[in-house]
């Protein structure tokens, strides 16, 4: 069982940054895959970033690409999202979810496992 909480979000004005954290239980967290998503209100969940657990095969949306940057500190079972540049329709509760499979999915139903959400909003 793996357990994931984010924080790290909070109120900034464009053109500013955050720094996400996704902090996780589980010995075998190092092993898994990690994705960052974000809803916003009346919208569906969208991907924004993945790695796998080598912090390799990394992919973000073209929203975020130039952006945005998901990194990962195993010996600290914590990932990480740099958000630089940021933009009111950045504005969402943002998730971490893991995946035991060593793929970069974009997909929500790829992840069993997902945080709480912290919210991310960008003044304009």
């Known amino acids: 069982q793996v357990q994931l909480v984010e924080s790290g979000g909070g109120l900034v004005q464009a053109g500013g940054s955050l720094r996400l954290s996704c902090a996780a239980s589980?010995?075998?967290?190092?092993?898994?895959?990690v994705g960052w998503f974000r809803q916003a209100p009346g919208k569906e969940r969208e991907f924004v970033a993945v790695s796998n657990w080598r912090g390799a095969n990394i992919l973000y949306s073209d929203s975020v690409k130039g952006r945005f940057t998901i990194s990962r500190d195993n010996a600290k079972n914590t990932v990480y999202l740099q958000m630089n540049s940021l933009k009111p329709e950045d504005t969402a509760v943002y998730y971490c979810?893991?995946?035991?499979?060593?793929?970069?999915?974009?997909?929500?139903?790829?992840?069993?496992?997902w945080g709480q959400g912290t919210q991310v909003t960008v003044s304009s």
């Open positions: 589980g010995r075998t967290f190092s092993s898994y895959t």
């Open positions: 979810a893991a995946s035991p499979y060593s793929g970069s999915s974009i997909y929500t139903h790829a992840y069993g496992y």
